[in-house]
T-cell receptor, first 114, second 113 residues
Framework: EPEVTQTPSHQVTQMGQEVILRCVPISNHLYFYWYRQILGQKVEFLVSFYNNEISEKSEIFDDQFSVERPDGSNFTLKIRSTKLEDSAMYFC????????????FGPGTRLTVL | GENVEQHPSTLSVQEGDSAVIKCTYSDSASNYFPWYKQELGKRPQLIIDIRSNVGEKKDQRIAVTLNKTAKHFSLHITETQPEDSAVYFCAASSLYNNNDMRFGAGTRLTVKP
């Protein structure tokens, strides 16, 4: 069964550094999402992406965040200048868009900002 | 925007008992309501979902009910087993909002053997 994959599984970075989190969607999926989960808290929506542009973003997704699909396969989340409070698990999710809304989650990237 | 409330935050049951988790949502345009199970350190896994055109759905020991008028939906787990122990999240989304999902705060279910 095809799965969403994410790399790296764990990223440790210094405050102020840029990080890029990568996701490989399921091949025929057209809708892409990033979510964040701070340890012990709920899953929070960051951004949705369709047809090579952002469809919706939450208040968390400020100017420090960006997404792109640089090569038609990978879907990336960039944090330009990381803050301590960016430490969290970041999940990518994708959906086919053919029928209702079911989203498939990747295994997540644990980001630790020191 | 959509706001999803989930209760209780923790739930402890004896093996074999039933567990019920409840969620409410605010946006009447929401039409898809999935439930995810998350084990420690793992990704959320979809366990059951319901669409707004039905009121109830069942899959073996798991069932979900939806009351569109009251804007609430519930997860029912019968004959609970220790391996059901996890955090359960409800969520709501709408086709009209690009399927962006909003999650509840989660319920930590503990099934005691």
């Amino acid at each position: 069964e095809p799965e969403v994959t994410q790399t790296p599984s764990h990223q440790v970075t210094q405050m102020g550094q840029e990080v890029i989190l990568r996701c490989v969607p399921i091949s025929n999926h057209l809708y892409f999402y990033w979510y964040r989960q701070i340890l012990g808290q709920k899953v929070e929506f960051l951004v949705s992406f369709y047809n090579n542009e952002i469809s919706e973003k939450s208040e968390i997704f400020d100017d420090q965040f960006s997404v792109e699909r640089p090569d038609g396969s990978n879907f990336t989340l960039k944090i330009r200048s990381t803050k301590l409070e960016d430490s969290a698990m970041y999940f990518c999710a994708t959906a086919s868009g053919v029928s209702y809304n079911e989203q498939f989650f990747g295994p997540g990237t644990r980001l630790t900002v020191l | 925007g959509e706001n999803v409330e989930q209760h209780p935050s923790t739930l402890s049951v004896q093996e074999g008992d039933s567990a019920v988790i409840k969620c409410t949502y605010s946006d009447s345009a929401s039409n898809y309501f999935p439930w995810y199970k998350q084990e420690l350190g793992k990704r959320p896994q979809l366990i059951i979902d319901i669409r707004s055109n039905v009121g109830e759905k069942k899959d073996q020991r798991i069932a979900v009910t939806l009351n569109k008028t009251a804007k609430h939906f519930s997860l029912h787990i019968t004959e609970t087993q220790p391996e059901d122990s996890a955090v359960y999240f409800c969520a709501a989304s709408s086709l009209y909002n690009n399927n962006d999902m909003r999650f509840g705060a989660g319920t930590r279910l503990t099934v005691k053997p």
